[in-house]
Each structure stands twice: as structure tokens, then as C-alpha cells.
């Protein structure tokens, strides 16, 4: 933590020409008198949001040094402040800025040392992807939420705030202020690669209620800038829009009734910030853009016709989604002109700085026209209070991140999640026994918790099962399949974790039914895996492999707790998805 002189001497020069000691924020005059003593260099840098390998932002391991001289030409991140003048930075736990919660902290407090002490130093706007579930950049010992479908099918919107309201304090605590959450996208295709259980759901007016409780959590009190994404939707695509293009073929009044209604409940919530989607939607803009670059979805659907006039963030300038159409020089060039006012994480930070800064000397773009971007920018730096308190402390972050109080309140609120589907013969509760849990183990979303199986185990050893785990992937082969059937003979029952069922995963489930011993499957993933195992005795689905839904879902399957979720999308049938299996709302749950 810098000392307070530092602090003090750092912050003395925008402090003073804000006059920051009376109102919660800045003024608009205070701050077009700010952006008007700015060169344009500053202003264009201001614009974006860039990635940069580290723990520390002076002094990071020599890889990521290397990392950093290979992709963006320096070696840490002072010295990309000091050359690009950024406005933002995007922590990622694969860039090793998220080891833990007081690294985190140090490296934020010398991220906004770096950018303070420039002349005309401005405070950074730190952002990450902390979603919960199955996307999360900060892992333990912070507070660890499920993700939305799971609060979909727990259906609270006061369990959404909840989330909100303290996954934003621990944000706070280390410096991060934009978090790029909730995702308002409406998961109407079971196919969708890419969001599936990022969304709270199907039904539009459930997924508007929840995404406008979690938006008020996250900006009680001003603590972090939620962001609503990925407008104008991506809830109904089969491509993955990190490595295709997807084409979105709602009408215009599909795209009313099914996507909009969500982002309308987030803008009257007050959100700080949309993010944009890499995807096209003929019905609203027929040109062949993606509406990260398309003015009449940007301009003219979300700001004249929905009334935003927040800031507006792309999605990852890095994506195959934004990169078919263009090329890495013209894509924020023409983002900006469409009305964006954030440029995330370009792929060669070089070449898109410097597209932008042509672009206003050559009188493509306007001065005037980043002005107003950056007036917004500014805005939501100023009403986080960044020009007064820029600095987080140590002693912050043990009195609120990953406290008691905060774990529990994740637990209690994952129990109202866990959805029961199938109970052949009131197979569940189980009574303590000898256990077989395995299934798949995918990578934790974190990288600091799991495996599923071990995690799941070790749930049901402390509920007084003799439990033993056996990892069998998500594409397991035949001796591994053996081996599990061979485990089973020694127990009374199994419980098998499957994640977008497999067909190797099918027969591993399949002959640990044939063993005649006792199967519960957990869905810990996509709740359509359901669909392709009839004969399971029982089913069960906690949308996330996270450690709080397993222990959630162990303490269902052991009947320490009653199954409480309600399925928030339908379940096809595997063999005529034209016909429902299980509808948004089935749940069951055990008899009095």
C-alpha cells in the first residue's frame, strides 16, 4: 500500500481541480474542464481497456515480462500506463493477476500509483469477468457464488441482490471497480456454446427480475459498476462468437419480446455499463455488421430508443466475432463511430491505439466525438468515487473478502438452487453408506477450486458417508469406464457427475446402471444432460462445478437439506426436441 504522502502527492493535482470534498461526484462542467487540458494521445488512451501479465505492476515474474514485451511491447503494467495512458485494465486469472486477495490488492494500489503519477494522471477503472459459476477470474479464499442459472432456479431476486451486494464489496476491496456482470442474455437454444449457464434463464421476465436485483447488489452504495451484457443478446446462437461469427435470426419482434426486455430492466435499474455483442441481427441492422459496430443498434436502438446513455464497453476486441468482417486497425475505429465508448483488450494494443489516434487526425473520427466517450468514462470514475479514494487497503481486505459471514451466505443461498428431476422409487434421500462418486473433473473456473469428484467426496465424508472419488473425465475411455463399474461392485451406491453428457460419458453412466447398484447423476454443468439418460434412478442438476453448488447438492443428495430449485429452462426431449421433457419450473422435491 502506497504511503499516504504518496497517496496524498499522487492525487493532489486532479483532486484539486475537481474539488472533490463535497459532492459524491464530479460535476459535468469539473470534468469537461479536465478532458479540455488533456492531450489527444491521453484522451485516445483513455478509451481503453487492455489485458497485462502480472502480480504486480512493477515488478512481475520474468515470464510474464516476456509475455508482455511479446503482445503489447512493454514489461509491465506501469509502463503500459505510462506509454498508452489506458483508462482501463482487465485482470484475468491466466494472466496472473488474480493469485490472491491481498496480491490482488497491492497490484491494483500499483496500477493506480503508475497512472497517478503521470502528468495529468487520471485514476484506472479495474474490471474483470467475475460472473460466478462457471466464469471467475477471483477464486478462494473470496466469496465463491453460483452462477446464474443456478440463482435462476433458485428464483430470488433478493438472493440475486444478495449476490450483488457482497460479491460487489469484495470487488471493491481489491481495487476492482467494473465488473463485467450479470449476463442478461435469454438461453433459449440449448445448443448455445458459449452462454448455456451463464444465463439466469429462459423466460424472458424471470432473467429482466434477476439481472435488475444483481445490477442494484453490485451498485449499492456506488461499489462496483455492474455491466449488463451482451446486448442487443446472445442467448439464442449455436457459435461461440470467440472463435465464429454468429447471426442472431430474430425478428424485430422476437428480439422485443425475448432480448430486450432483460437490458430495459437493467438500464431502469440504473446500470453503469453494457457490453456489446460480436454477433449480427439482420432484423435490426441488416448490413452485415456486428452490433459491437453498428450505429443503428448502438446509437439508435440502446441509446435513443432505450434511453441509455451509460457507457457502453465492446466485448473483446480479441474475438473472431468482431475480427471476420475487419481488420484489427479498423475494428475501433469503426466502434467508436458506432457509439462505443470503452475498447476492451484489442489483440495488438499498438495497432488499435494508434488506428484511433489517425482516425482523429485524419478527420474520420472528431476530437468532440471522443469527448463524449470519454465524458462518460469519467462519469462512472468519478460516481465510484475514484477521484477521492483510488487506493484500496490491506487491512480492507481481511475485514471483507472470503469472511465468514459472506461464505455462509453463499451456502445458504446455493441450497436454494440444486434442482431434482428424476427420484425413481424415492431413491433420494440417501442414508449414509459406502459411495462411488465420479464422473468429470473439468479445470475450475478460478483455478482454486475442485476437483468435482474429490470436492463431492469430501462433502459426503463430513455427512457421515464412507466416500471414495475416481475421476473419469469428460470423455472417458473404455478402461476407465471398467474400472468405475469395477469401484461400483464395492459400494452401495454412486453418484456420477456428467458435464455436456458425452457419448463416452452416456455409457459410463449407462453401465453403472447395469451394475444394479443405486445411481445418482448430478448434472454439474448444462441441465439437458438429463434428457439422454432415461433409466437413471435419479437426476439432479446445480448448473456449476463450483465448491459451493457440490456441497449444495451433496447435502440434497443426503437429505440434509430438501431440493428447492425449479428448473429455469426446458428440457427437450432427446429424440424430439420439439416436445418438452421437463418444463421451466419442474422441480421436485421430498415428502414431508
Sequence with gaps: MPSRRTVLAATAGVAATLAMSGPAYADDKKLRSLISRMTLPEKVGQLFVMRVYGHSATTPDQADIDANLKEIGVRTAAELIAKYRVGGVIYFTWA??????????????????????????LPVLISTDQEHGIVCRVGEPATLFPGAMAIGAGGSRKDARTLGRIAGRELRALGIRQNYSPVADVNVNPANPVIGVRSFGADPHAVAGLVAAEVAGYQHSRQVAATAKHFPGHGDTAVDSHYGFPVITHTREQWERLDAPSFRAAIAAGIDSIMTAHLMVPALDDSGDPATLSRPILNGILREELGYDGVIVTDSLGMEGVRTKYGDDRVPVLALKAGVDQLL??????????????????????????????????????????FKEPYVSQAGVTRTVGVPAHLAEADRIAERTTTLLVNKGGLLPLSPRRLLVCG????????????????????????????????????PAAATIARAVAAAQEADAVVVGTYNLSAAQKTLVEQLV?????????????????AQLPGVPAYLASYSWTDVELRAAARVIAGAVAPRGKLPVPVQKADDPAKVLYPIGYGLSYPA
Excluded: C, M
Design 96 to 121: 496472473h493477476n488474480t493469485r490472491d486477495p491481498h496480491q490482488i490488492a497491492d497490484l491494483s494500489n500499483g496500477i493506480q500509483k503508475a497512472s497517478l503519477t503521470q502528468p495529468r494522471g
Design 345 to 386: 483488450n484489442p489483440p495488438d494494443l499498438d495497432v488499435a491505439w494508434n488506428a484511433v489516434l489517425k482516425a482523429v487526425q485524419g478527420g474520420e473520427l472528431t476530437e468532440a466525438r471522443l469527448d463524449e466517450s470519454l465524458l462518460r468514462v469519467l462519469r462512472l470514475k468519478a460516481k465510484l468515487g475514484l
Design 440 to 475: 468429470a473433473d473439468p479445470a475450475s473456473p478460478s483455478g482454486t477450486t475442485g476437483p468435482p469428484t474429490g470436492v463431492l467426496a469430501t462433502a459426503f465424508t463430513e455427512l457421515g458417508f464412507t466416500a471414495t472419488a475416481l475421476s473419469t473425465g469428460t470423455a
Design 514 to 530: 447395469a451394475t444394479g447398484r443405486p445411481v445418482v447423476a448430478l448434472a454439474i454443468r448444462n441441465p439437458y444432460d438429463v
